[in-house]
Every structure is written in C-alpha cells, then in structure tokens.
C-alpha cells in the first residue's frame, strides 16, 4: 500500500496516555496520533498482570492493523508487563514502553534516592526499582503504590483536596527516605502534578524534581524511528475509547486543550480483539 506513513499509535486505560501523546505532538508537530483508551478496563491498577498484559496485546494488534508506524504504550502497566512480547510480535516496527528511558534518567541523578508513584500492578511488577538498580546498582528505590490517584484523575477530581490528602499520605515514604527524584510512574499522574507539588512541599527539607517519562519516550521514539516529522501540519489526531466517546470527548478536550482531534468508539471482540465502531450518520 503506498500513501502517507501512517500515525504513531500511543494506547492506556484511560486519560493517562494523552499525557505522551501530548508531548509527542509537542516535539512532533507533523506526526498524527492514534490514541485508544481502553475506558471499558479502567483502572488496569488492580488487575491481574496477566489481564492488562492481554490488554495491551490486543491494542496493539489493533494499532499494527490501523496501520501505525510505531506504538507507543502510554502506560507504565503495560509497559510492565507485556512490552517484549509485543516488540518480538511486532518486529521490526518500533514499539516503546514509558519505563526505560525514565528508569535511566532517574538512576543518573546523584545522589540517586529514587521515588517511584505507580499503580498498584507496576509497584507490583518491580519494574521500576530493577531497571534503575540495573543501571545505578547504588541507587536507593522507593516504589509506592497509589490506588486512589486514577479513579480521581479519571473523575475530573485531580485538583480536589481528597486528591492532596492522597498525595500526602502517598509522598511521605518517599519524603522520609529524602527522594531527590520522583517518577511519576502512571501516566495518570502528570495531571496531578500541582497537588503533589503542594503536598511535597509540607514534606519535604528540599523539593524534589518529579521525573514526568512523558519526554523521556518521545526521545527514545525519535532514535528508534529517524525522520518523525518535527514541522508541518498533520491531520487531527483521532481518539478511540471502548467507553463513552461523548465522555472521552470532553475529557480529552478538557486534558489535552488545543489539540484538533476526532474521537469514536471501539470495542472488544469475545476473541480479545478491538475493533472501531463506525460512526452511525455522517457528520
Ligand atoms: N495510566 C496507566 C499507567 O501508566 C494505567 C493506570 C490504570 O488504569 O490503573 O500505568
């Protein structure tokens, strides 16, 4: 098939992943987007690993048939847990996971104390903790699992005080080890980031630097895919949600101002597979 190379597709259980695909039009401003959020799962937090890992299969077959020229898991979780059999499937197209890029920024710092804010599955995985040690084995990591943070960022409450009192209550482990890096480690969390802000501020002797891996993985695309477009226009980015798309619409607008986008709906076959729903009239 000839034609222009298709978009890069970036997927996550929810908002969270518009947090990467925001900075990829940032630095990509002629590379379109296929974002799916995969709302009918979310939170993927408490799930069994082996779920959001068939998940995060299933999404990425759908991107590799929509014709995408990379993906792009904006989703610590799935990077966690199904990244290098989705690389080995999809060989020899780029995929990315979040973790990497940000486990070696954050193993860089010195003194390299490392806070880790994940869900509960990624806390779980050890992920984080495994690659920064590998790259620094001196390294100090504190991973800290925060069930409550997606459910308020998906609930439009991420500025509430209910989120601040989470954040202290999340933060102080990572206060009393004197963290000087914190991941943010869910790409929910981002959205938080003037809680936590405040919240470290009550915490911690020196503020630490909160480590969004959001840039981290846009570099790492540009290396794995040379000639991403940096310039010129690109057609709107399109959002699939396998829940509510006149929700997702809002949310999107409401998390990603600025952005031209179309949004629609997708579903999960019985066969774990996703599939766009057409759109009824045309519009
Ligand atoms: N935003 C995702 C992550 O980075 C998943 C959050 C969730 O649904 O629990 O891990």
């Known amino acids: 098939m000839t034609g222009s190379p ?10 969270g992943g518009l947090t990467v695909a925001a900075a990829l039009r940032r630095r990509l401003a002629g590379e379109p987007v296929l974002y799916l959020a995969d709302q009918a799962h979310v939170p993927y937090g408490g799930r069994p690993l082996e779920e959001v890992a068939g998940f995060a299969r299933g999404i990425s ?6 014709r995408c020229r990379a993906i792009v898991m904006g989703c610590n979780l799935s990077s966690a847990t199904a990244l290098p059999e989705v690389v080995r499937e999809m060989a020899p197209l780029p995929v990315l996971g979040v973790i990497a890029a940000a486990a070696l920024r954050a193993a860089a710092f010195d003194p390299a ?9 990624t806390v779980a995985t050890g992920a984080y903790g495994r690659q920064v ?27 509430s005080e209910e989120a601040f009192d989470h954040a202290s209550q999340y933060l102080r482990p990572l206060a009393d080890r004197d963290c000087r890096v914190v991941v943010l480690g869910c790409t929910h969390y981002p959205y938080l980031l003037p809680v936590l802000r405040r919240a ?8 630490p630097v909160f480590l969004d891996p959001a840039d981290e ?17 690109a057609p709107p980015s399109r959002l699939l949600t396998t829940g509510d798309p006149a929700r997702f619409a809002q949310q999107a607008r409401a998390f990603w101002p600025g952005e031209p ?19 009824l009239a045309p519009r």
Do not use: K, M, Q
């Not at 470290?200 to 503020?207: G, H, Q, R, T, V």
């Not at 993985?217 to 226009?233: H, K, S």
């Not at 997708?266 to 729903?277: C, G, Q, S, Y």
């Open 6 to 15: 298709g978009p890069v597709g970036v997927f996550d259980s929810g908002v």
């Open 61 to 66: 077959r759908y991107l590799v048939d929509a």
């Open 113 to 121: 104390r490392v806070g880790v804010l994940a869900t509960e599955g």
């Open 133 to 159: 040690r590998a790259a620094n084995p001196a390294a100090e990591v504190v991973e800290v699992a925060c069930p409550a943070f997606v459910p308020l960022v998906e609930s439009g409450c991420a500025n």
């Open 200 to 207: 470290a501020s009550n915490l911690f002797a020196e503020l």
């Open 217 to 233: 993985v846009v570099g790492a695309l540009e290396r794995a895919l040379p000639g991403l477009r940096r310039a010129g226009a």
């Open 261 to 279: 986008f179309r949004v629609g709906a997708a579903r999960w076959t019985p066969d774990l597979r996703i599939e766009a729903v057409p759109t």
